[in-house]
């Protein structure tokens, strides 16, 4: 007898755990239909078997959270819906009392992943969005991107490739709103490698070298034709070295210096014809020395002192014949001190003083020679002829 009242009360803790701490308040509770609250304020209305929820039937906690939907042995399994106090809900299949199957969870924030669920984390094929429309399609493994899969901005590029643990990992195809794209190798999101950059036409537009994410080494850059248009330096992300631009003809453009990105050396700019156009010393990121400038002809056209970037010193503009047509006298990036002008034969025709870019003075020659003041108004409309790059 005491060995039957033990086996009983076994039955009841372990086959009817949903009754022991609590009462059927309406229909069976054992086998058949009923609602059964307990002890918490939690209550199931649904169906029973052997005294367990199995069936359909809807399981409201006393938090707030509650499961309609299919029953196994006390547990959530296969189709139902799971809504919690916060406004998350899920919405599929469950197996044993967990997330298994297809199935959408949405969260209060607007985030939504729609796909497979393998012990109630995203596993398999799925699409997560974001509340900003931004989304993953693809595979995904113990709760994050792993495999092939497709990462869309809302605003942004797409990516297409592999992933590893929620980051890319591997082959990935970047393409931008505009239709460009590129395609570049990537490890824990982090480029790494040869990277190529296509126009949305479809032609090889760029491509780079990258380490830990920043360029180095060569960068080229090409004409939809396929021709060559830029070479670039890179070290540590930054311009370091020689820069070189060409024609779509394949001639010689331009050519800088960086160091550790700054211009450093003489720039120089090319006509199509290969004459020279512009000579720019650069020293530390800013134009130090004499620039010059250059008609298409060969001749000289425009000298000017720098210093720290600003001008400084003499500028001497010159006519095709090579003969002076003004000089100007700069300190410090403003005009300061005398500004002559002269005729293409040679003769000064006039000439003006600066303080501050302010001009305080100024005279006409005639042809004669003879000096002729500037009154307030003339004075007012002379302004320097002079051009830099």
């Known amino acids: 007898m005491k060995q039957i009242k033990l086996l009983s009360i076994f039955v009841i803790f372990v086959l009817i755990p949903s009754i022991t701490f609590g009462e059927c308040v309406k229909g069976d509770c054992t086998n058949g239909h009923g609602t059964f609250v307990k002890d918490n304020g939690n209550k199931y209305v649904g169906q029973f078997k052997n ?81 900003d429309g931004s989304k993953y399609v693809g595979q995904f493994e113990n709760g994050k991107p792993n495999g092939q899969g497709t990462q869309i901005y809302s605003n942004g590029p797409k990516f297409a490739g592999l992933f590893k643990n929620g980051m890319k990992n591997g082959k990935v195809t970047t393409t931008y709103p505009d239709g460009v794209k590129y395609i570049a190798f990537w490890k824990e999101d982090i480029r790494q490698g040869h990277q190529k950059t296509y126009y949305n036409s479809g032609e090889l537009e760029s491509e780079s070298e990258f380490i830990n994410g920043v360029r180095n080494g060569i960068t080229k850059q090409y004409y939809k034709s396929g021709i060559l248009m830029f070479v670039y330096q890179f070290k540590d992300g930054k311009q370091h070295g020689t820069v070189t631009e060409y024609y779509e003809s394949g001639a010689l453009k331009l050519e800088k210096h960086f160091k550790d990105g700054k211009k450093n050396g003489v720039l120089k700019k090319y006509y199509k014809s290969g004459k020279l156009s512009i000579e720019y010393p650069y020293k530390d990121g800013k134009i130090y020395g004499i620039t010059k400038q250059y008609y298409r002809t060969g001749g000289l056209e425009l000298e000017t002192s720098f210093k720290d970037g600003k001008k400084d010193g003499i500028a001497k503009l010159y006519y095709k014949t090579k003969k002076l047509e003004i000089l100007t006298t700069y300190r410090q990036g403003k005009q300061d001190g005398i500004q002559e002008f002269y005729s293409n034969d040679g003769k000064l025709i006039k000439e003006i003083f600066y303080k501050n870019s302010t001009a305080i003075s100024g005279s006409f020659y005639s042809k004669d020679g003879k000096k002729i003041k500037m009154n307030n108004e003339q004075l007012n409309n002379n302004k320097l002829i002079d051009s830099t790059l």
């Open 51 to 131: 005294g367990q929820r199995n069936g359909d039937g809807t399981y409201t906690f006393s938090s707030g959270k509650i499961y309609i939907g299919q029953w196994q042995n006390n547990k959530p399994h296969g189709q139902g819906t799971k809504t919690l106090a916060d406004g998350s809900k899920y919405v599929g299949q469950f197996e044993n009392g967990k997330r298994n199957g297809e199935g959408t969870y949405t969260f209060p924030g607007g985030r939504k992943y729609i796909g497979q669920w393998q012990n109630n984390k995203p596993h398999g094929q799925g699409t997560e969005i974001l509340a």
